[in-house]
């Protein structure tokens, strides 16, 4: 037996089951034991727990009641209707629906997290109505701004009323503080004539800490601001072993394959600095996968984005 191939064949072996066990880590480390049931008078009704689109998690029902999920902001689809909602550990609350000329009134109720989401209820209620009455295009910077300073303050203060987790506690916080962010930064855009936060240099980028994987898998606008400024971060970097190394460094594996699955995307589309964006987003012990490498060297042939069909 040649034990110089046994040898390196191991030490692959348990780079593989390191990495495997790593990115398993990531996605399970905010699983949360819960015991959460669903009541409605209606049978037509359906209520489903669900993770945050593109989050690869899912709330666990065993007989009548969710066991497990992921931890933080999620949401609640009642039929076609979504509400924000959010779990800790071992909260433990009923959700009932009644629906009145097919208007759905939702209450909570329990031992521990029913007060909470009454509270993300009225917050979540409050935030649709100051969205649908925003006219983002014809409000003056400083108007917005004294609006959002407002409806900011109102939701901290009303946080601070109750004796919430210091965990939710600050989840909420950075939810209102990402949301304020958000929409001045997206008015600024507007006013410096670029409609997308793709357009935008990374110095535009509302002073925030992006690198929360908890965040970046709870919070959507946070998701959209971090992996944007990442990825931004990224091209700044003089080399890609620099880029590929601040990769590295980032909160968690998740955050890190998102804004290489980003670099991908970007590599097949034509990106000025395609074969750069390439080689960054190549995983880290191993070659491009085959379909991955096909799609880029038929867009450098055809001079198009690559088509997925």
């Known amino acids: ?13 348990l780079i593989v089951i390191t990495l495997f066990m790593s990115t398993l880590q990531a996605q399970q480390q905010f699983e949360t034991p819960i015991y959460i049931t669903t009541t409605t008078y ?21 007989d009548t009641a969710y066991r497990s999920g ?27 629906v009644f629906k009145t000329d097919s208007v759905a009134s939702i ?13 993300i209820l ?25 609006s959002l300073d407002s409806l900011t303050t109102y939701w901290a203060k009303q946080l601070e009323n109750y004796p919430f987790s210091e965990l939710f506690k600050k989840d909420e916080q950075m939810f209102l503080q990402t949301y304020q962010a958000y929409v001045q930064f997206s008015k600024q855009l507007l006013l410096s004539g670029k409609t997308n936060i793709e357009d935008a240099s990374l110095g535009e980028f509302p002073v925030i800490d992006y690198d929360k994987e908890r965040y970046f898998l709870t919070i959507a606008l946070y ?31 998740i955050l890190d394959y998102a ?29 491009h996968y085959a379909r991955d490498s096909r799609f880029y060297r038929k ?4 001079g198009m984005g690559a088509s997925f069909s």
């Open 259 to 287: 804004v290489r699955e980003k670099a991908y995307m970007q590599s097949i589309e034509h990106h000025p600095r395609a074969a750069d964006l390439y080689a960054i987003a190549k995983p880290r012990f191993e070659p």
């Open 1 to 13: 037996m040649d034990f110089g191939k046994f040898k390196i064949g191991y030490f692959f072996l």
């Open 223 to 253: 998701k959209k601001l971090s992996l944007e400024y990442h990825f931004k971060k990224m091209l700044s970097l003089e080399s890609v072993g620099k880029a590929r190394r601040y990769l590295r460094r980032l909160d968690g594996n």
């Open 42 to 62: 209606d049978t037509d009704t359906r209520i489903t727990l669900l993770a945050n689109p593109g989050v690869d998690q899912q709330f666990v029902k065993i």
């Open 122 to 146: 009225a917050r979540y209620k409050s935030y649709q109505d100051f969205g649908k009455k925003l006219d983002l295009v014809a409000t003056p910077l400083d108007s917005l701004t004294k």
């Open 299 to 302: 867009s450098k042939r055809n």
């Open 70 to 96: 992921l931890g933080g902001f999620n949401n609640l689809l009642v039929d076609d209707q979504i509400y924000s909602i959010h779990i800790e550990d071992f909260d433990d609350f009923n959700i009932a």
């Open 107 to 119: 209450v909570y109720s329990g031992a521990q997290g029913a007060i909470k989401n009454d509270y």
